[in-house]
């Protein structure tokens, strides 16, 4: 059975920086595209960035220039660089990978952005 895990959510002040991981458990094939959700407290779920294997990516208006997301091919592992955090980047994040043509999603790990 495949799983995501993501980790390295966190409390950081405004300006700072913190990096998110996702790695698929449960299977030897690669994670083609890798997909960053959030969901901010009385939101709705929202897309905010995804890398192909291939390499294109995109992102968010709400993101660009300070989010940066990647894969490691080596390693099967997805990553999303935030950097200069605000205080509207407080929320769940979630990573979704495509595996064989299957979506799968992590459990969400917090970003808080407090001071």
């Known amino acids: 059975q495949v799983q995501l895990v993501e980790s390295g959510g966190g409390l950081v002040q405004p300006g700072g920086s913190l990096r998110l991981s996702c790695v698929a458990s449960g299977t030897m094939f690669d994670m083609n595209i890798v997909a960053w959700y959030r969901q901010r407290q009385g939101n709705q779920r929202e897309w905010i960035a995804t890398?192909?294997?291939?390499?294109?990516?995109n992102y968010a208006d709400s993101v660009k220039g300070r989010f940066a997301v990647s894969i490691d091919n080596a390693k099967n592992e997805g990553y999303l660089q935030m950097n200069n955090l605000q205080l509207e980047d407080t929320a769940v994040y979630y990573c979704?990978?495509?595996?064989?043509?299957?979506?799968?999603w992590g459990q969400g790990t917090q970003v808080t952005v407090s001071s």
């Open positions: 890398r192909l294997r291939a390499g294109a990516y």
């Open positions: 979704k990978a495509t595996i064989r043509g299957r979506e799968y």
